[in-house]
C-alpha cells in the first residue's frame, strides 16, 4: 500500500513537500514516480527515480522546481515542490513500478497507486 501525504492550499510562489508511505514489499526494488490529475486533464507525469538510482526523470513543466527523491530505510518517496504555480494545482499520486529506464513517464507502467494528495495553489 502506499500513502501520500503533504498536500495543502498555499500561495504562487510557496514551497510543499510530498511524501508518500510504502508499506510492504520490498520497496528498495521498485522506481516510484508521482504523477497529477485535475478534473479536467488526464493522469500526468511529474517525476519519477528510478530503484536503481540510475535514472531520475521530470516533467518540462516541473523541471527545475520539483526534486524527487527517497529514503528506503523509512520506504518513502518525497516530492519536495519550488516556485509553486497555479498550474501546478492537481491531486498528487504516488506510483510504484518495476521499470528502470523506459517508461517511467508511462502510469501504465506502474503496478500500485497511492490514494492522493490534494494540492491547491492559489494565484
Known amino acids: 500500500q502506499l500513502q501520500a501525504s503533504g498536500g495543502g492550499l498555499v500561495q504562487a510562489g510557496d514551497s510543499l513537500k510530498l511524501s508518500c508511505v510504502a508499506s510492504?514489499?520490498?520497496?528498495?526494488?521498485?522506481?516510484v514516480g508521482w504523477f497529477r490529475q485535475t478534473p479536467s486533464q488526464e493522469r500526468q507525469f511529474v517525476a519519477a527515480?528510478?530503484?536503481?538510482?540510475?535514472?531520475?526523470v521530470y516533467a518540462d513543466s516541473v523541471k527545475g522546481r520539483f526534486t524527487i527523491s527517497r529514503d528506503n530505510a523509512k520506504n518513502t518517496v518525497y516530492l519536495q515542490m519550488n516556485s509553486l504555480k497555479a498550474e501546478d494545482t492537481a491531486v498528487y499520486y504516488c506510483?510504484?513500478?518495476?521499470?528502470?529506464?523506459?517508461?517511467?513517464?508511462?502510469?501504465?507502467?506502474?503496478?500500485?497507486w497511492g490514494q492522493g494528495t490534494l494540492v491547491t495553489v492559489s494565484s
Open positions: 506510483a510504484v513500478t518495476r521499470v528502470v529506464v523506459s517508461g517511467l513517464r508511462n502510469a501504465d507502467q506502474y503496478y500500485y
Open positions: 510492504g514489499g520490498t520497496f528498495r526494488t521498485y522506481s
Open positions: 527515480l528510478s530503484w536503481t538510482g540510475s535514472s531520475t
